[in-house]
Nanobody
Framework: EVQLQASGGGLVQAGGSLRLSCVVSGFTIDDYIIGWFRQATGKEREGVSFITSSASITYYTDSVKGRFTISSDNAKNTVYLQMNSLKPEDTAVYYC???????????????????WGKGTLVTVSS
């Protein structure tokens, strides 16, 4: 059974940091693109960052470039999202997901992932 379990959300002040984890079971992260979307209240879901672990290729949406870093630990079958210099506009429920390796970044941004985990809430206070 494919499962993605996101954790690490919480309440942090603006300028602070959080690290999200996405623990994957049922498949190997090397075989998929793993990534993060977020959805703020009243807003559409937004792609944040993705990683192709097997090729160490990463993608970031413009609003998080230079502040967020996605990484993976194959031994733990886990993908992380290190979020620094957090802003109130980063407040959202963050979801991790998986999609097949043949998808391009634009397609993922438009259509989302094939499998999703439950979200973790990130709240950034001003």
């Amino acid at each position: 059974e494919v499962q993605l379990q996101a954790s690490g959300g919480g309440l942090v002040q603006a300028g602070g940091s959080l690290r999200l984890s996405c623990v994957v079971s049922g498949f190997t992260i090397d075989d998929y693109i793993i990534g993060w979307f977020r959805q703020a209240t009243g807003k559409e879901r937004e792609g944040v960052s993705f990683i192709t672990s097997s090729a160490s290729i990463t993608y970031y949406t413009d609003s998080v470039k230079g502040r967020f870093t996605i990484s993976s630990d194959n031994a733990k079958n886990t993908v992380y999202l290190q979020m620094n210099s957090l802003k109130p506009e980063d407040t959202a429920v963050y979801y991790c997901g998986a999609v097949s390796l043949d998808r391009g970044w634009g397609e993922i941004m438009k259509h989302g992932m094939d499998s999703w985990g439950k979200g973790t809430l990130v709240t950034v206070s001003s």
